[in-house]
Structures are given as structure tokens and as C-alpha cells.
């Protein structure tokens, strides 16, 4: 540990370890996304008042980011709202009327979601033709159905077969081509294009779970992952909106931006090295805390308690810095084992549609890779992972406007290349598949870049192959475990989507996380709060 001042603010009198004080518990929150908001917002509303946040970045949000582009506010991040009843960010942007100007169409009932509901998807191949609606829809059924089986192995219980490797790319793949390859009605033409569309669908299913392909996702754990029942709904005016209501009732003095960390010191670990360090003359008022947050700045924040809401992907990168002592072998067992990848956002702008009215959407399906097994390709052919370009509605909103998606090592290469390389290839891309090759270069272009972004390292994690729902558990796991019954209970503390079991990958999954959390502390201080405040009144959904 480098040599770092340590803050005293908030602290009152020398105590011993543990929760026999005569203070105020200190409380340190890493990260001010939704998680680490809820976390504040519930600590705050339950009688805490010692809470610092500390966020890396010059922004709050997390992966919810909002951007303007004209008149238009495009998400970078989270779009939708997935689900309705029981679904807390759901009920935040209703009971404050953040719903009131979403239409009809922005209410998406549909699996994989649109930014329209109604109109048509075109699906088109790279010799500019469009595959016909009806041949279409006989594939989606199939697909579909498949679909519904790759849920029934964790929801039923049934076993898996070794041929599928525990995947659910390898398992979809093998049968959707079995069934398209006995039907005695289609000709070998039909087969083919059939056999193309299913490498676009899990392109698509690819950018919804943010893996690099289907095959890394795992066929026994896919179907725990448990959609809310409802429409899927877009916020008009920005899903930033969510992440200022979490924060309205924060005061400013809590949340620090740009203030990343170097290092949770955790069980006492730097006790006796400041003791060591300190003259006989210095303040040791800070030695009672059992952990000390280091910051890059060289701040070192004593805590009794930390929240870490940092992502997967930087968890993966540096849990063996930014712990001291290191994690446990089983939560770093966990870490390695769950997927994050890269979901963005490629979002372009037209001065005029070149699209027809009732098209809602222009999916990709390459007919030269309908036998293919692997959907990886080289760096220079990165573009042929874009899987679809979305139509954004309603135009008197976004103009004329297309949100393309791409997944895994081809979107970290797209994010290295400059605006205009991406822009072009683009609309490159659109020429070839429509066939108009008067198709202009778009008037402007936005994108994110998750992948690249150090305070994220992806978008959004899923259950590998080889990882289970207890990995999940695992790693939502408070440290010291309780097994320690010496040292000072929930030291540190992790939320984020990666840590709920059951709604991973969602915002409403990272909000509860947070607020799951929080509600650790607020019972381990139960009999300290009891006589001051009111019986802590959590939102139902914990």
C-alpha cells in the first residue's frame, strides 16, 4: 500500500472492532449506478447517515447512459424496461410519469425487443434480395419452439445430453437444423435460407444475452434467468431519468465523482501498517474501522462497511488488486466463471428514410453462412457481426434514425476504429443488403463503447458454461464469511446485476442487488435504529 492521508471525516470517538461503538456506522459505496444508488437511497431513507459514494467516472449512471443527439435522446445503455408488475423500475417510472408519452408501439410485448412493436422485420441477405414474410414466420416458429426447449433443462429439470456440450448455441444450432433439414416440404433453396436465418437469430440472442456466441452460454442454467411478466417499455425522455430519481434525495455531499479506487483493505488488514507508520503525535482516531478504502488519488477512507457495485468485467480484471487481503478462492472461482461480454450500440442518422413505412427493423442474414459452426471472424471482417439495425419510432421523436447491435470480440474491434470508418462500413453494409446502393453515409453517427470503457469492461454478464446460479450466489456472498465469527460482521458487501440470481443482465436486477445490500445492514442494525427511528420500511421487492 502506498503512502496515502487518511480521512477522518465523520468519525467521532476511538472504538474498539466490531459493533459494540459509541458512532455512527461509516458506510462506503463503490460505484453510483443503480445499484450502488439503491443501496445510498435505501441506507439514507433507514436512519443511516454516515454514506459515502465513491464513483470512478465524471458521471452517475453506470451502465444507464443517456445521450442527446439533436432532438433525440438515444441510450447508450439500458433501453428498456423489462416488465411491468413487480418490477421496481417499472413502478419508479410510472408512479413519476415517466411513462406518460411512451406509445403503443414503444410498449414491446415481443421476446426479443423492438423500438417499435408493430410494422415488419425485414430480413435481407447479403445478395440484396428480402427473404419472404411468410418464410420467415415458418422459421420463427421453429426457432421459438426450440427456444422454449433450451428453458425447460434448469425450469424442469431435465437432464443434458453430452452431444450439446451444456450449450445452448451447440444445442439450438443441432436442433433447429435437424428439423429444417426433415421437413419434406421445402425445396433445398428454402432449407438453406432457413439454415441462414438461424445463424442471424443467434447473432441476435447473442447481442440479448451479451455473450460472445450462444455456444459459451450455459443449456443447464439458461432458463433461471426469469423474465417479469409485461410489456418491455422505452422512457421518452431518457433512462437517465430512473438514475436521477434514485438520486434526487442524496445529498451532494455524499456522492464523490471522479474518485476511483486502487484498493478495499478489508479485515483490519492495515491496522498495524498505519500504526506502524503514524508518530507518536498523530491523529489515531481512524484505527477502529476494519476497513479502509485506498483511492487512486491516495485518499484512504476508513469504512466500517463496503458496498462494491463494480462490474463483472472489472472484477475480472482486477479482484487480485483490488482486494487486500485477496478474495476468498471460491468468490474468485465464481468471478472467472461467470461471462460478461460486449453488447453496443451502433446508432445512425438519415436526413431522409431510406427504409419503407411498415419496416420496423433490417436484419442481416448471410446466406454463405448457413453451414457455419462458429460465428467468429477476423478483424477485418468485424462488421459481420452486426445482426440488425432497429428503426427508431416514432420519427417525430428521433428523426430518422437506426440502432445497430453487435456482440462479443467484433464489437471491442468496432470500438477501436474512428467514427467515420464506422459510419461508412455501415452504410456499406446497408447498400449491400437492401440493394439500393444510393443509400448516403449517415448524417451522424453515435456508438458505445462498453467493452474498451476500464470502468466497465462489458455490458451486461451471463451463465457460462461451466457456471451455475450458486456462482451468482457466490459471488453476492458479504465478506468476512460468517464462519469468521471473530471479526466484524459484512465488511464488504457486493451488488450489481451480476450478483441476482434471477434477473442478471437487467437494470431492475442491479436496483434490487443494491437494495438486497442494504437491507443486510439495516437488520445487522436493527436493535441500534429500533429505539431511534421508526421499524426501517424497505421497498417490497428485496
Not at 430480413?123 to 416458429?141: C, H, M, Q, W
Not at 426457432?143 to 437432464?159: A, S
Not at 427493423?361 to 439495425?389: G, H
Request: proline letters at 5%; one cysteine or more.
Amino acid at each position: 500500500m502506498q503512502s496515502c492521508e487518511i480521512s477522518s471525516d465523520g468519525t467521532d470517538d476511538p472504538l474498539s472492532s466490531g459493533l459494540q461503538r459509541n458512532r455512527r456506522p461509516r458506510i462506503v459505496v463503490i460505484g453510483a449506478g443503480l445499484a450502488g444508488l439503491a443501496a445510498t437511497k435505501t441506507l439514507l431513507e433507514n436512519g443511516f447517515t454516515d454514506v459515502t459514494v465513491l464513483e470512478a467516472s465524471d458521471r452517475i449512471g453506470g451502465r444507464v447512459q443517456s445521450v442527446q443527439l439533436g432532438h433525440a435522446t438515444l441510450e447508450l445503455g439500458a433501453t428498456w424496461i423489462h416488465g411491468a408488475t413487480g418490477n421496481p423500475v417499472f413502478h419508479l417510472a410510472e408512479d413519476n410519469g415517466l411513462l406518460e408519452e411512451t406509445t403503443d408501439e414503444e410498449r414491446s410485448v415481443g421476446r426479443i425487443s423492438l423500438y417499435a412493436k408493430n410494422g415488419v422485420a425485414h430480413y435481407l441477405t447479403n445478395a440484396g434480395g428480402r427473404i419472404p414474410k411468410d418464410l420467415v414466420e415458418e422459421f420463427s416458429d421453429i426457432y421459438n419452439e426450440v427456444y422454449e426447449l433450451t428453458q425447460e433443462f434448469f425450469q424442469r429439470g431435465k437432464p443434458v445430453g453430452a452431444e450439446s456440450q451444456n450449450s445452448v448455441g451447440i444445442f439450438t444450432r443441432d436442433v433447429v437444423r435437424q428439423r429444417i433439414r426433415l421437413d419434406p416440404d421445402d425445396s433445398e433453396i428454402t432449407k438453406k435460407l432457413k439454415l441462414a436465418m438461424l445463424q442471424q437469430y443467434l447473432k441476435v440472442e447473442s447481442c440479448e444475452s451479451s455473450s460472445p456466441s450462444m455456444d459459451e452460454v450455459s443449456l443447464s442454467e439458461f432458463g433461471e434467468w426469469t423474465e417479469i411478466p409485461g410489456a418491455h417499455h422505452v422512457i421518452p425522455s431518457g433512462f437517465i431519468k430512473i438514475v436521477e430519481l434514485l438520486a434526487r434525495d442524496i445529498p451532494k455531499r455524499v456522492l464523490q465523482l471522479q474518485k476511483p479506487i486502487r484498493c478495499v483493505h478489508w479485515n483490519q488488514s492495515v491496522r498495524n501498517e498505519i500504526a506502524e507508520s503514524e508518530d507518536h503525535n498523530s491523529d489515531h482516531r481512524c484505527q477502529g474501522y476494519p476497513v479502509y478504502v485506498e483511492c487512486e488519488d491516495c485518499e484512504l477512507i476508513p469504512a466500517d462497511h463496503v458496498i462494491v457495485t463494480a462490474s463483472l468485467g472489472v472484477l475480472k480484471k482486477s479482484n487480485e488488486v483490488l482486494f487486500s487481503p485477496g478474495l476468498p478462492e471460491d468468490k474468485v472461482m465464481a468471478i472467472e466463471k461467470l461471462g460478461i461480454s460486449t453488447t453496443d450500440k451502433i446508432f445512425l442518422e438519415f436526413s431522409e428514410p431510406f427504409w419503407s413505412p411498415e419496416c420496423n427493423s433490417i436484419q442481416f442474414v448471410w446466406e454463405d453462412e448457413a453451414l457455419l459452426e462458429n460465428l467468429t471472424y477476423p478483424e477485418e471482417l468485424w462488421y459481420k457481426k452486426i445482426c440488425s439495425f432497429d428503426v427508431l419510432y416514432p420519427p417525430e421523436r428521433y428523426g430518422y434514425m437506426l440502432s445497430g447491435w453487435i456482440c462479443g470480440d467484433e464489437a471491442l474491434t468496432m470500438e477501436k476504429y474512428d467514427d467515420e470508418t464506422v459510419a461508412e462500413t455501415c452504410a456499406e453494409l446497408l447498400r449491400k443488403f437492401t440493394g439500393n446502393q444510393n443509400i448516403p453515409k449517415p448524417r451522424r453517427i453515435l456508438r458505445s463503447s462498453w467493452g474498451s470503457n476500464p470502468h466497465f469492461r462489458g455490458s451486461y454478464s451471463f451463465t457460462r458454461v461451466g457456471s451455475t446460479g450458486t456462482d451468482v450466489e457466490k459471488l453476492a456472498m458479504p465478506l468476512p464469511y460468517t464462519e469468521s465469527t471473530k471479526a466484524p460482521p459484512l465488511q464488504v458487501l457486493f451488488a450489481g446485476e451480476a450478483t441476482h440470481r434471477k434477473f442478471y443482465s437487467t437494470t431492475h436486477g442491479a436496483l434490487l442487488s443494491g437494495q438486497r445490500e442494504a437491507a443486510r445492514l439495516i437488520e445487522l442494525y436493527q436493535d441500534l435504529y429500533n429505539a431511534e427511528t421508526a421499524k426501517p420500511m424497505l421497498l417490497k421487492n428485496h
